[in-house]
């Protein structure tokens, strides 16, 4: 067989074509995990979520995270600025899967301590959501952590 820019032309399409063929399967085998689903209620509260992060702003002292590797737990510190209680929620967020974020619930009373396992959480980069209140203030922080 004579090789000429004929069976040149041929061999191009043909590479071509297969590349785009794989490429539109790769972006199938994507999944769109993070995006929020309830978009425009996430947009009307977020005033409400940048107030919370000012309050944070404003705190002397802000919420300290500790890992602990032996016990396989972490550790949060919440500022004590006055005697009422604090409650909120934690996140595990996972950058890579939503299905594998994990939530912790959480009233602490007057401790300003909070410990939560990560035995069962997967290694790698987290960032932990901690959404909690304190008397009639509400604060949000965010801190990404190494599991």
């Not at 977020?46 to 802000?62: C, G, M, R, V, W």
């Not at 960032?127 to 008397?135: E, H, N, R």
Request: net charge neutral; hydrophobic share 35%; no cysteine.
């Amino acid at each position: 067989m004579k090789f000429n820019w004929g069976t040149g032309l041929v061999i191009f399409f043909i590479l071509f074509v297969g590349t785009l063929g794989f490429v539109l399967y790769q972006s199938t085998q994507v999944h769109d995990s993070l995006v929020v689903k309830n978009y425009y209620d996430e947009d009307i509260n977020y005033q409400k979520h940048y107030d919370k992060k000012q309050n944070t702003a404003d705190l002397s002292i802000k919420v300290k995270t500790e890992y602990n590797k032996d016990k396989k737990e972490v550790l949060l510190t919440f500022p004590t600025d006055s005697s009422s209680g604090i409650s909120g929620k934690i996140v595990l967020f996972n950058p890579y899967s939503e299905y594998s974020d994990v939530k912790y619930d959480f009233n602490l009373g007057k401790a300003a301590t909070y410990t939560f396992p990560v035995d069962k959480v997967k290694s790698g980069r987290w960032k932990i959501k901690i959404d909690w209140k304190q008397g009639d203030k509400e604060y949000y922080q965010e801190e990404e952590i190494v599991l």
